[in-house]
């Protein structure tokens, strides 16, 4: 596709429950982020993929979240048994490395809004 | 641990008045980036600067990594409407492609 898509873009949840997010990164794109946004703040790092590894879970909350990447492609994060702390827009990127002294360039979806109740 | 910290948090200013944003870190990174977000969509990048000391131009905004690599700065001339959004800092250490973002900041221009 022509950008990052992201489903679900809006999900409503029962705190317990499971979910699972998708990113459908640009095609190409070797990277893969995720990042969590709590209302009106600034990114907060999750995970990253390069190809189908992940060189750092370090951003990753707890162990009720994890992700994975097929190949070079779809990536799904998910978290078991929700909390309400966990209400946010979950925001997935992809990157190629761009032309500033190998500086990778992030092109974002638009994101999965996550509200538990 | 927030790595990058933004100044000031909310911005709200007049049309035609100019402003500065701040992102300040005690750590080096390798590159560093200038991101707008407005509401329901996710961050746009609009420079990266990999050189200390670099300024970059972008029609009225202009871009500064401090010469340790350790700051940057965003400074928009003559604000318009259209320039309202949150903006965000990201930068990444040497060696790693992990991009940490700053805290944001909010900013509003008045017509």
């Known amino acids: 596709g022509a950008g990052v898509s992201q489903s679900p873009s809006n999900k409503v949840t029962e705190k317990g429950k499971d979910v699972e997010l998708r990113c459908d990164p640009i095609?190409?794109?070797?990277?893969l982020y995720w990042y969590r946004q709590r209302l009106g703040q600034g990114l907060e790092f999750l995970i990253y993929?390069?190809?189908?590894?992940?060189?750092?879970k370090s951003g990753l909350p707890s162990d009720r979240f994890s992700a994975e990447r097929t190949g070079e492609s779809v990536s799904t994060l998910t978290i078991q048994r929700t909390q309400q702390e966990d209400s946010a827009v979950y925001l997935c990127?992809?990157?190629?490395?761009?032309?500033?002294?190998?500086?990778?360039?992030?092109?974002f979806g638009e994101g999965s809004r996550l509200t538990v109740l | 641990t927030q790595l990058l910290e933004q100044s000031p948090q909310f911005l709200s200013i007049q049309e035609g008045e100019n402003l500065t944003v701040y992102c300040n870190s005690s750590?080096?990174?390798?590159?560093l980036q200038w991101y707008r977000q407005e509401p329901g969509e996710g961050p746009v990048l609009l420079v990266t600067?990999?050189?200390?000391?670099e300024v970059k131009k972008l029609k009225r905004l202009t871009f500064q990594f401090g010469d340790a690599r350790k700051d940057s700065s965003l400074h928009i001339t003559a604000a318009q409407p259209g320039d309202t959004g949150l903006y965000l800092c990201?930068?990444?250490?040497?060696?790693?492609?992990?991009?940490?973002f700053g805290t944001g900041t909010r900013l509003k221009v008045l017509a």
């Open positions: 600067v990999v050189t200390g000391g």
């Open positions: 095609s190409g794109h070797t990277a």
């Open positions: 990201a930068g990444a250490k040497s060696g790693t492609y992990k991009y940490i």
């Open positions: 990127a992809s990157s190629s490395r761009g032309n500033r002294g190998g500086a990778w360039e992030l092109f």
């Open positions: 993929f390069q190809g189908n590894s992940a060189p750092d």
């Open positions: 750590s080096v990174f390798s590159s």
